[in-house]
């Protein structure tokens, strides 16, 4: 069968779409789930047996939840515009509709940050290296007060520091973006 051009604003497009981006994000081990920012290009190949192999090229842009959410990428808010990284996602992907079955057979992502916002603003706050010992310490200050103050039984430890950026206000300040974990360790233990 010839391949069929569907319209980018389509249903079909965004039904592809909408479940490559999910395998996508599911696939993901480490950033932040991807949300659609539009449908570049669609091609649809329709099979001998009911379904369709489409190839997707998708703008996306990173939101607020980490994929270890498993969060759906429509119910993760954006970032602002000078916070997100942008790309674009080539996909290949099966789907028949009346089995309810979808296969990502590949994907590959290209992301990359905003221009330098210095340029634009200088007194906004500026991304850097996450594993940096002082944004390492700031995470730690924070899941520390964290820790005093909730109602929860056991102490939480930070798993890694995600996103991390610095301001020069009266001094430095520094923000943090960090996944944590539950411990072993019980708040009634000495």
């Known amino acids: ?20 981006l999910h395998h996508i994000n599911a696939h993901r081990r480490e950033g932040y789930v991807l949300r659609l920012s539009r449908i570049f290009s669609v091609l649809e190949h329709p099979q001998e047996i009911p379904g369709s192999v489409f190839y997707l090229i998708l703008d996306v842009t990173d939101s607020e939840c980490h994929v ?26 099966y789907i028949n509709q ?4 979808a296969h990502l057979s590949t994907y590959q992502c290209t992301l990359q940050q905003v221009s330098p916002i210095w340029s634009i603003c200088p007194d906004c706050p500026v991304d850097d290296c996450p594993t940096e010992p002082k ?26 520091v995600t996103r991390a950026s610095m301001q020069w206000v009266i001094g430095p300040a520094y923000f943090v973006e960090f996944l944590i974990q539950e411990t072993s360790c019980s708040k009634s233990d000495t």
Not at 98 to 101: E, S, T
């Open 135 to 160: 944004y390492l310490e700031a995470a730690a200050q924070s899941l520390a007060k964290f820790n005093q103050e909730s109602q929860q039984r056991r102490y939480f430890s930070v798993l890694n």
């Open 68 to 93: 270890l959410s498993k969060k759906p990428w429509k119910d993760c808010p954006a970032r602002p515009a000078h916070m997100t990284v942008y790309g674009q996602c080539k996909a290949i992907i």
């Open 1 to 20: 069968a010839a391949l069929l051009s569907p319209s980018c604003n389509g249903r079909v497009a965004e039904e592809a779409a909408d479940l490559a």
């Open 98 to 101: 009346p089995r309810k079955i």
